[in-house]
T-cell receptor
Framework: GAGVSQTPSNKVTEKGKYVELRCDPISGHTALYWYRQSLGQGPEFLIYFQGTGAADDSGLPNDRFFAVRPEGSVSTLKIQRTERGDSAVYLC???????????FGPGTRLTVT | ELKVEQNPLFLSMQEGKNYTIYCNYS?????LYWYRQDPGKSLESLFV?????AVKQEGRLMASLDTKARLSTLHITAAVHDLSATYFC???????????????FGKGTKLSVKP
């Protein structure tokens, strides 16, 4: 079956611009996660959704970052006033209960120039 | 604050040799994952370890979990070049009766297997 998909695969933007990154989870998976992976590091948790609501957003670095999942399926991570330090690969994962195993998408590589 | 520490961070091996990667974590958790990541690719799940004493094997890789010591190991037997990749351990942070939880990852071990 189809795995987690993310679009775009690459995004280059100028400092100060707004970007949206999209994640399509595996069909039927109720939980959706966003992580950020900087070069040479492990993924860092940003936010996770259970259904439509954000169950834990403690990993969002500041209020420039926001994510939504309005219908409990597709999610969009939104970054306002991008900074060069936001450059990273943004990974999305989904899971279902009771398995809890997270399946990762291919990621979106964001470069802020 | 939960910390997940892997060592070594870099490992250069010769084909045919054995080695172990260690993953220590600082708080209780009921499951631990090992992932593989090839350059420019996403994360591939290798093992899910659910209980103390759990041991799982797939090909030349074997993972174990000691929840009392808060330690997991990934053992590589008779390494081959195809195993070259970065390996991450990740601890599940499910809290209380919650149905899901985010993962806390180690920094990864970059493995290079040379002929």
């Amino acid at each position: 079956g189809a795995g987690v998909s993310q679009t775009p695969s690459n995004k280059v933007t100028e400092k100060g611009k707004y970007v949206e990154l999209r994640c399509d989870p595996i069909s039927g998976h109720t939980a959706l996660y966003w992580y950020r992976q900087s070069l040479g590091q492990g993924p860092e948790f940003l936010i996770y959704f259970q259904g439509t609501g954000a169950a834990d957003d403690s990993g969002l670095p500041n209020d420039r970052f926001f994510a939504v999942r309005p219908e409990g399926s597709v999610s969009t991570l939104k970054i306002q006033r991008t900074e060069r330090g936001d450059s990273a690969v943004y990974l999305c994962a989904s899971s279902f209960y009771p398995s809890r195993e997270q399946y990762f998408g291919p990621g979106t590589r964001l470069t802020v120039t | 604050e939960l910390k997940v520490e892997q060592n070594p961070l870099f490992l250069s091996m010769q084909e045919g040799k054995n080695y172990t990667i260690y993953c220590n974590y600082s708080t209780t958790s009921d499951r631990l994952y090992w992932y593989r990541q090839d350059p420019g690719k996403s994360l591939e799940s290798l093992f899910v370890l659910l209980s103390n004493g759990a041991v799982k094997q797939e090909g030349r890789l074997m993972a174990s979990l000691d929840t009392k010591a808060r330690l997991s190991t990934l053992h590589i037997t008779a390494a081959v070049h195809d195993l070259s990749a970065t390996y991450f351990c990740a601890v599940d942070m499910r809290v209380g009766g919650g149905s899901q939880g985010n993962l806390i990852f180690g920094k990864g071990t970059k493995l290079s297997v040379k002929p």
